[in-house]
């Protein structure tokens, strides 16, 4: 089946660093999502990208949907401690109605 | 959000045993997900419905079946436990027509010893 290719596959930051994390498929994607899971909950979406090149933010967070239309990078800046947690990037392959789920990216931050 | 609910949170059961989690939403959402989740492997779909009665498998199937009688509840039965399906289960909801993204639960934590 699909996969997404999510990248790393773990982080360890101090507070106040900027994050980068990316997502990358070997087809097309119609849509691009990234949802953050807290310990113990499930995953919440955290931004939705609909078109090729869309830049999004949300707070400290920035998305974007690549223009080739098979990546997409999620970034934090000034990363703080309630922004542990296991990221996972998601999307809609062309023509298809079910998400693919990327392998998740966990954030830890020493404070 | 109280849109969608999973029962139990937690169960411990024996191999061999039935076990049923249940999903219920009150968002009128057409499609419903089970997920599975497990360290290194992320999200794995196991059935999906998308509607009443309709429904169909995902990734990981074997071993779990799965029942919709009703638009809010979503039913996820493992047959005969096995310990290979000790895990974090995740129900998801979403509508085409309410944007692109799923909504989750909070997750069931089961263990079969």
């Known amino acids: 089946g699909q996969q997404l290719n999510q990248s790393p596959q773990s982080m360890f930051i101090q507070e106040g660093e900027d994050v980068s994390m990316n997502c990358t498929s070997s087809?097309?994607?119609?849509?691009w999502l990234w949802y953050k899971q807290d310990p113990g909950e499930g995953p919440v979406l955290l931004i939705a990208?609909?078109?090729?090149?869309e830049l999004t933010s949300n707070g400290r967070l920035t998305a974007q949907f690549g223009i080739t239309r098979k990546d997409s990078f999620l970034n934090i800046s000034a990363s703080i401690p309630s922004d542990v947690g296991i990221y996972f990037c998601a999307g809609h392959p062309q023509g298809a109605q079910k998400l693919v789920f990327g392998q998740g990216t966990r954030l830890t931050i020493n404070p | 959000d109280a849109g969608i609910t999973q029962s139990p949170r937690h169960k411990v059961t024996e191999t061999g045993t039935p076990v049923t989690l249940r999903c219920h939403q009150t968002e009128n959402h057409r499609y419903m997900y089970w997920y599975r989740q497990d360290p290194g492997h992320g999200l794995r779909l196991i059935h999906y419905s998308y509607g009443v009665k309709d429904t169909d498998k995902g990734e990981v199937s074997d071993g779990y079946s799965v029942s919709r009688s009703k638009t809010e509840d979503f039913l996820l039965t493992l047959e005969s436990a096995t310990s290979s399906q000790t895990s974090v289960y995740f129900c998801?909801?979403?509508?085409?027509?309410?944007?692109?993204?799923?909504?989750f639960g909070s997750g069931t934590r089961l263990t079969v010893v």
């Open positions: 087809s097309i994607f119609n849509t």
């Open positions: 998801a909801i979403s509508d085409p027509g309410r944007g692109y993204g799923y909504t």
């Open positions: 990208l609909y078109k090729a090149g």
